[in-house]
């Protein structure tokens, strides 16, 4: 079994600012994340996974229950690190990318 850490992210904004919204999520067990002050780039690498995850398995699709969904979002991700390949790594997926590095690092 995989433990995930639910992880709400924002900006300094609203959810910052509202005790009892942080509250709430320290209540779930949910960590808090925030971006650097003045520092969108913070957000960027998430906002664009979120957004070709919800282009290319969301959209269009009828989840009938939340684990069918979590479920599809598990396969997305695992797709996405292992198998989805990209034009900026070299035609090659995350995982691979990462491996041809690691891979080649001699310990002593």
Same mark, same amino acid.
């Given at each position: 079994?995989?433990?995930?850490?639910? $992880?709400?992210?924002?900006?300094? =904004?609203?959810?910052?600012?509202?005790?009892?919204?942080?509250? $709430?999520?320290?209540?779930?067990?949910?960590?808090?994340?925030?971006?650097?002050? =003045?520092?969108?780039?913070?957000?960027?690498?998430?906002?664009? +996974? +979120?957004?070709?995850?919800?282009?290319?398995?969301?959209? =269009?699709?009828?989840?009938?229950? +939340?684990?069918?969904?979590?479920?599809?979002?598990?396969?997305?991700?695992?797709?996405?690190?292992?198998?989805?390949?990209?034009?900026?790594? =070299?035609?090659?997926?995350?995982?691979?990318?990462?491996?041809?590095? $690691?891979?080649?690092?001699?310990?002593?």
């Amino acid at each position: 079994d995989c433990i995930f850490r639910r $992880t709400f992210h924002s900006d300094q =904004g609203w959810a910052y600012q509202m005790k009892r919204y942080s509250k $709430t999520l320290k209540d779930n067990d949910i960590f808090q994340s925030m971006s650097r002050k =003045g520092n969108c780039y913070d957000n960027s690498p998430m906002e664009n +996974f +979120f957004s070709i995850l919800k282009q290319e398995m969301y959209y =269009g699709q009828t989840y009938h229950s +939340f684990e069918e969904l979590a479920d599809s979002i598990t396969n997305y991700i695992n797709y996405y690190n292992e198998e989805r390949i990209k034009e900026k790594l =070299g035609w090659l997926s995350p995982v691979q990318y990462r491996n041809q590095y $690691t891979n080649s690092i001699v310990f002593s």
